[in-house]
């Protein structure tokens, strides 16, 4: 335990290595992997479908937060490789390859060279050029899926048959959600796992100051590159799932919206933390349906005209109250809260314990 | 517009812009630049949606084609006002060439290939000035 005023020291390596410290921490996480293990018990389809978006969100935004939130490099073009995924995914669904263990490697290599060949550019421009650059990045990939959607004979989209190996076929709202949220704690395992490796520290030694980095014989050319691949696999391969989940892909599903999302996603979490990563998507992810609770709470019968523009303005005001007045998001929240109760009846953290 | 580099506003907004800790302490009012140059920007989009609106059908989606704006403004280059004209007119020739003689879908697609293809040779721009970009 953290002992109020004194240090926290780790006897050993195993100790100093480990990702969960303390009784409290281990018991917390048991308790909250009892609740998602046995929510589909309790909870109704519904519940379980939104907390399956959720970690669904949760794998994407993880993936733009190692990219904008530790190696600093803006994107607006996550939307992209997200189709980029789906779409070789439907691509190869069309051709007859239906198994998720030909399609997902595949659609790996896809996001892994398309993050490359963004990820190129990134070495010679910073900021908002960067930023353009994504952009374009990402509607150049919508009109590659929009070409290939037109091609196939004029459908809205494509359908993708449940997910198929040996046997087991995934299908169902219990079974996705215990897919989803298994892969979303992988996600968020790797993510803690790499912020904490030599490539995480690179990382944020590039965001920081990218010539101070070079400078204490980073590579940061390379280090760029594998931010922008590692961010592009994993969005690629949450592109797929996302295909194989809802059964159909369709262009329109890809707009430039999604990518403001997941970067309000890592803003409101928390940027540059894998916690406010996840938080901040299971908050964007529910803030809609939340406001329909709401409005349809206060006045049932006008429901219908105030949900859809209360939901943007909700969108875009909480967005500009984050950014104003608590730029370190939920994660900054939840720290502040741990600490007063951490540290009551004192203010302060003494100087030493970190 | 009476805004250029050569009128002490538009040197105090370039300032401003570039360095505003610098600026503000050359008597510069950073606060006010920032306002006004928001102001202006506000009100010559407004105006551009207004013109546009009267010819398409209004929706709230029509705002999408603000992001058509970037890809104009840094053709022309980003420090470059005079250079926004002829390269809004290059852009949309080559946005109703490429759908004139290619593929109806290019549209939305071709203004950010003009984007690409600038940041890749000219990333300055056809009229910015070479030496204020930041690059690695």
Known sequence: MRARGGGYFTTSYEADLALVDTRLRRAALAALALVLLGLPQLASGFVLDLVSQAAFAAIGALALNVLTGLAGQISLGHAGFLAAGAFTTAALVERGVVSPLVTLPATALVGGVLGLAVGIPSLRLKGLYLALGTLAMHHVVLYAAGEMQARAGGNTGFTIPAPRVGGLVLKGTVAWYYVLVALAALALVLAVNLQRSRAGRAWMAIRDRDVAAASVGIDVARYKLSAFVWSSVVTALAGALFAYHRGFVSVEAFGFFVAVEYIAMIIIGGLGSALGAVLGAAFVTLLPYAIDALVAGVSPDAAQYYVFPAKFGAFGLLMALFLLFEPLGLVGIWRRVRNWFALWPFRHRPLRAS | ?136
């Open chain 2, 1 to 136: 517009m009476r805004i250029s580099t050569t009128n002490s506003n538009g040197v105090g907004i370039g300032s401003a812009g570039e360095r505003a800790l610098l600026a503000s302490q050359r008597g510069i009012n950073v606060h006010g630049v920032f306002a006004l140059s928001w102001a202006l920007a506000a009100f010559a989009g407004g105006l551009a949606g207004m013109i546009y609106a009267s010819n398409v059908r209004l929706e709230p989606s029509l705002g999408i084609l603000g992001l058509r704006a970037f890809a104009v403004a840094l053709v022309g280059g980003l420090d470059s006002l005079g250079g926004v004209i002829p390269a809004a007119l290059l852009v949309a020739a080559v946005e109703v060439a490429s759908v004139r003689y290619g593929n109806p879908l290019l549209s939305d697609v071709s203004p950010f290939l003009c984007l690409l293809v600038m940041l890749l040779i000219r990333p300055w721009g056809l009229f910015g000035t070479k030496e204020e970009l930041e690059r690695v």
